[in-house]
């Protein structure tokens, strides 16, 4: 039971990558709260799996761009918790269009969610996660952060972004003990892969080594051995799970 004493909350938590490390995390022990905005019946879902092995789960609702909202949630947790030593900041959207199509609206929409979300997040668990015993903050980036894709300006901005926001809690966390780190994952099929057209799918395809999608089961070991004291002297770092992409 790696994370038998750890409370670890997981934005986004309703569906996908975020859903799979939630339940990762639940069945090595972990209290998860589990975060999610408009998919209630998924994320009560979540909870009641995680519940029915050795973890404990909570369902907390809230948009991550609304800092009130986030704070409300934080409050929720730690009512049931005491207090978070793992931030899994994997709540993300796309709004893709060509950059010559892209409103100043298209492109407020996902940093306010990938960016502003995790400011949100981080912001309210910061001082838990610097005062736990090894705390970590996990950021979900993308490989799109590291090699860019057409149409995808706006999120591979977001993506990116991740990477010096890493990096620098990374050097404000350490004379704590406490760790950041980010995951850059490769396609993963996930509904947010679903709802890109077959046409683009089968271009992106070609450019996988390993010639074939990521399943969320690629993505969840890393998460959970970032959360555990296995990882204590490892920060400030972006782990690719790319399936041999380059960048
Ligand atoms: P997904 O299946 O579309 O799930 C997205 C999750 O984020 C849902 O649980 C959704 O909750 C939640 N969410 C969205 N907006 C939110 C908000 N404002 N507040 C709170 N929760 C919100 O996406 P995914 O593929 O699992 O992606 C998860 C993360 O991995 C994202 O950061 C994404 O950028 C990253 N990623 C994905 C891929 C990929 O190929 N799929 C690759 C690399 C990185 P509700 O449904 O309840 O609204």
């Not at 986004?12 to 905005?37: L, M, T």
Request: with cysteine.
């Amino acid at each position: 039971m790696q994370l038998e004493d750890r409370t670890c909350l997981v934005t986004g938590a309703s569906k996908g990558i975020g859903r799979g490390i939630a339940e990762e995390f639940g069945a090595h022990g972990a209290n998860v709260v589990v975060n999610y905005r408009s998919s209630e019946e998924d994320a009560y879902d979540v909870r009641d799996e995680i519940n029915d092995g050795p973890g404990t789960a909570i369902v907390a609702q809230a948009d991550v761009s609304e800092f009130d909202q986030v704070e409300a949630m934080y409050e929720q947790a730690t009512d049931e918790f005491g207090t978070i030593d793992v931030l899994v900041n994997n709540a993300g959207i796309t709004v893709d269009k060509k950059f010559e199509n892209m409103t100043r609206e298209d492109w407020e929409r996902v940093i306010d969610v990938n960016l502003g979300g995790v400011y949100n997040a981080t912001k309210v668990c910061f001082e838990d996660i610097r005062q736990a015993d090894e705390g970590r903050l996990i950021n979900i980036s993308s490989v799109v952060g590291q090699q860019g894709n057409y149409g995808q300006a706006n999120y591979a901005t977001t993506k990116s972004g991740l990477f010096g926001f890493t990096r620098t809690i990374a050097l404000e966390l350490a004379n704590e003990g406490s760790t950041a780190n980010t995951i850059a994952p490769g396609f993963v099929m996930t509904d947010m892969l679903k709802d890109v057209p077959d046409r683009v799918q089968e271009n992106i395809l070609k450019r996988i080594p390993l010639d074939r999608f990521a399943e969320v089961e690629d993505i969840v070991g890393m998460a959970r051995f970032l959360a555990s004291r296995e990882s204590s002297y490892m920060t400030g770092q972006v782990l690719g799970i790319n399936g041999g992409m380059e960048w």
